[in-house]
């Protein structure tokens, strides 16, 4: 499989940042179905939406928003779906920003994906002095703390997900 083919959404088999190994045909289903649990669980959850850290990038307070059920656009969401997706994300940046966790946030959602679903992506210092600012980036710095991550920087981001769950209590 080629970086591309993973880039756009076609992979099937994944290891996340706790080392568990998973094989899937759409990883947003099994997520919605409870048949892979992202790491530190799930933060917030309503009738439609799941709200939990990126299973494969060690990040502190990288947040994927997943619609449970089978889409790839927001404009497959209902008014009330798509409003409410604007309340959690919403909701998710002041947590991040409350925490301290960061001062700006990246919104992504490509149509490309099979799965609809939203990056809240984090910005710290140490990504500007290393890449610079621009979207055009995110896929360095994923690659580069996937390649580079510490036992202390993973422990950090473990209890992050518990900082943001209990904000969510």
Request: charged letters at 25%; aromatic letters at 8%.
């Amino acid at each position: 499989m080629t970086n591309v083919d993973n880039l756009i959404g076609n992979s099937k088999k994944m290891i996340d940042i706790l080392g568990n190994s998973y094989e899937y045909n759409c990883l947003g289903c099994e997520i919605a179905s409870k048949k892979i649990t992202p790491p530190g669980g799930i933060i917030y959850e309503d009738e439609t939406f799941i709200l939990a850290s990126d299973p494969e990038v060690p990040l502190k307070g990288f947040l994927i928003v997943n619609v449970k059920r089978h889409i790839n656009s927001v404009t497959e969401l209902s008014i009330d779906e798509q409003h409410r997706m604007i309340e959690i994300v919403s909701k998710a940046i002041n947590v991040l920003k409350d925490l301290n966790i960061t001062k700006e946030v990246t919104l992504v959602q490509e149509e490309r994906s099979k799965h609809f679903h939203m990056w809240i992506f984090p910005h710290q210092d140490w990504m500007i002095e290393k890449f610079g600012k621009g979207i055009s980036y995110l896929r360095d710095i994923c690659k580069y703390v996937q390649e580079n991550v510490t036992d202390k920087e993973l422990t950090e981001v473990m209890e992050t997900i518990e900082l943001i769950k209990n904000a969510y209590k």
